[in-house]
């Protein structure tokens, strides 16, 4: 089973949100990781858009509009990506990523489309 | 402004190795580490290792260890990746990354480097 688990793909409406969730695999506890998102369009590298570990251990890219967020949902022991008033140009693959085990692992990417 | 600027696609044979290029500008180029992330095509990030210039310390992904080798020339503010025994498998983009150390702002990147194996 996979370190990070992401939907594949999750699709949305202009102006909504969307909540991109990354799960922990079992005896992974998410509270004591800070998770990194990234969003990815196509043909580009990467971005840096965030990360999260909890409410007083968070931090913004540069550049990034406040409209996306992290947070955490322990009982389900993921991450949440969130990103409101979607727009077209957040379509793009959203990854995330956490250190553990002295390796830094990225789970597969969730594709957003916003039509 | 910062830059990360890679070397150009390249060809090889299953066998062969690679060494891919990435030139920092705009910043103290000991001051970030270099990470290498790889993404076939249609695939998802897989990170490969990272490095510290100042030191020149290197630490692999489990999957790439003993095969990927990271190096650096701080006098021309240059990283490197160095991957051998390509295989079909190995056909993808590669990209560097740096960040922050201890971090995983990987808050710039090079704009990657296709290697075809073939």
């Known amino acids: 089973q996979a370190v990070l688990t992401q939907p594949s793909s999750l699709s949305a409406s202009p102006g909504a949100s969307a909540s991109l969730t990354c799960t922990l695999r079992?005896?992974?506890?998410?509270?004591?990781?800070?998770l990194y998102w990234f969003q990815q369009r196509p043909g580009s590298p990467p971005q840096y858009l965030l990360r999260?570990?909890?409410?007083?251990?968070?931090?913004?890219g540069s550049g990034v509009p406040s409209r996306f967020s992290g947070s955490k949902v322990t009982s389900a022991n993921a991450g949440i990506l969130l990103i409101s008033g979607l727009q077209s140009e957040d379509e793009a693959d959203y990854y995330c990523?956490?250190?553990?085990?002295?390796?830094?692992?990225f789970g597969g990417g969730t594709k957003l489309t916003v039509l | 402004q910062v830059q990360l600027v890679q070397s150009g696609a390249e060809v090889k044979k299953p066998g062969a190795s690679v060494k891919v290029s990435c030139k920092a500008s705009g910043y103290t180029f000991t001051s970030y580490d270099f990470n290498w992330v790889r993404q076939a095509t249609g695939q998802g990030l897989e990170w490969m290792g990272w490095?510290?210039?100042?030191?020149?310390?290197?630490g692999y992904a489990p999957k790439f260890q003993g095969r990927v080798t990271l190096t650096r020339d701080t006098s021309i503010r240059t990283a490197y990746m160095e991957l051998t025994s390509l295989t079909s498998e190995d056909t993808a983009v590669y990209f560097c990354?740096?960040?922050?150390?201890?971090?995983?702002?990987?808050?710039?990147w090079g704009q990657g480097t296709l290697v075809t194996v073939s």
């Open positions: 079992s005896g992974v506890n998410v509270d004591t990781y800070r």
């Open positions: 990523m956490i250190w553990h085990n002295s390796a830094w692992v």
């Open positions: 490095m510290n210039p100042n030191s020149g310390q290197a």
């Open positions: 999260y570990k909890s409410d007083s251990d968070w931090q913004q």
């Open positions: 990354a740096r960040n922050i150390r201890d971090t995983g702002n990987f808050d710039f």
